[in-house]
């Protein structure tokens, strides 16, 4: 596979969400910044204190960074690690969902609004209630509905929360064993004004070939983290980083709450420990947005990069094969 180049090489940026809004498109990435801090399970080295956010008008045109959209300190509930964001626009607001551990240490996710897609963003003074985890991934369906996924194992809590409560004593066990199936990525809808759930949060199932539930044995195929949902042809994709073997991966289901049903593989793992994306539709091309440390060769000091994605004659997703 070829090797693109990053969107941007100022500073380092991960985890992107790329969305349009207005006719351009927007990136929305954490901010990795260097740390002292060893590389662990627990994900510590991924101090990350604030969010930039990224325009083009076109593909392969200038990126504009539009600087410093919200940071930490700007946030009452946060006390560190401002992970993975989203974006949503909802009735000409717009809405960053972000997820950080707040003062007790227990990851949370917040929301933010703006006037504009590139901010700057004004939290609300709490996170929102019953969200956990991390990876806030936001899909607004075609009838205005909107959702929030959410969720990531090891240091993203999951296993913490599998009675509903958080169980700190849980987080050794890492994940599900393998006579489990696995743990569920979340899924609940987004109040009106985008600031609450008004649903349940429940567990998305993801089937494997069998019918049933992927298997907490199965790396390669079970869900780890990097929740992502877009919509083609009617139907909904729901694509993830796998277990421990990161792999970006994607299941198909007929309605946003789920069952999904596993489809395939979009990309092999990145250079780096991690796999984070987006997919979105710009100007008639469908895009992948993913990281990797090509620039750093640290694992937390990662870089944005982007490829072409086409659909084959069943619908199934695969990378462009790239220009020569
Ligand atoms: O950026 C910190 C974490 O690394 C994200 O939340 C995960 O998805 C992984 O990319």
Redesign the pocket.
């Known amino acids: 596979m070829s090797n693109p180049k990053p969107i941007v090489d100022h500073l380092f940026t ?2 992107p969400s790329a969305h349009v809004f207005n006719g351009k498109l927007y990136v929305y990435p ?1 901010h990795d910044r260097e740390t002292d801090i060893q590389d662990n399970d627990n ?1 510590d080295q ?1 101090d990350m204190n604030d969010y930039h956010v990224f325009s083009m008008d076109a593909v392969g045109g200038p990126v504009t960074d539009h600087g410093v959209a919200l940071k930490a300190d700007d946030v009452p509930w946060v006390g560190k690690q401002m ?2 964001p989203d974006a949503a626009e909802k009735d000409g607001k717009f809405y960053l969902f972000f ?1 950080a551990r707040d003062k007790e240490g227990v990851f949370r996710v917040g929301v933010a609004v703006a006037d504009k897609p590139e901010g700057p963003f004004k939290p609300e003074p709490d996170y929102i209630q019953g969200s956990y985890s ?2 806030p991934a936001s899909f607004v369906d075609d009838d205005g509905q909107a959702y929030l996924y959410f969720g ?1 194992i090891w240091g ?1 809590q999951l296993q913490c929360w599998r009675s509903g409560k958080f169980d700190k004593a849980a987080y050794e066990t890492m994940e599900a064993t393998g006579d489990e199936p696995a743990l569920l990525p979340r899924v609940a809808k987004l109040s009106e004004d985008m600031k609450s759930l008004t649903s349940d949060v429940q567990g998305l199932v993801i089937n494997d070939d069998d019918g049933k539930p992927i298997h907490a044995s199965k790396h390669d195929r079970r869900f780890f ?2 929740a992502w949902v877009h919509k083609y042809k009617g139907k909904y994709y729901f694509s993830y ?1 796998t277990g421990d073997t990161h792999f970006l991966a994607y299941a198909i289901g007929e309605s946003p709450m789920g069952p999904f049903t596993y489809a395939g593989r979009i990309l092999d793992p990145v250079q780096g420990w ?1 796999t ?1 994306h987006s997919i979105v539709e710009f100007k008639g091309k469908w895009y992948l947005f993913y990281h990797d440390t090509s620039l750093s060769g640290k694992n937390h000091l990662r870089s944005v990069k982007m490829r072409e994605l086409v659909y084959d004659s069943e619908d199934k997703l695969k990378l462009a094969e790239p220009q020569s």
Do not use: K, V
């Open positions: 991960a985890d954490s994900g991924y992970w993975a997820p991390i990876d990531g993203g983290e990097a980083s991690t984070h």
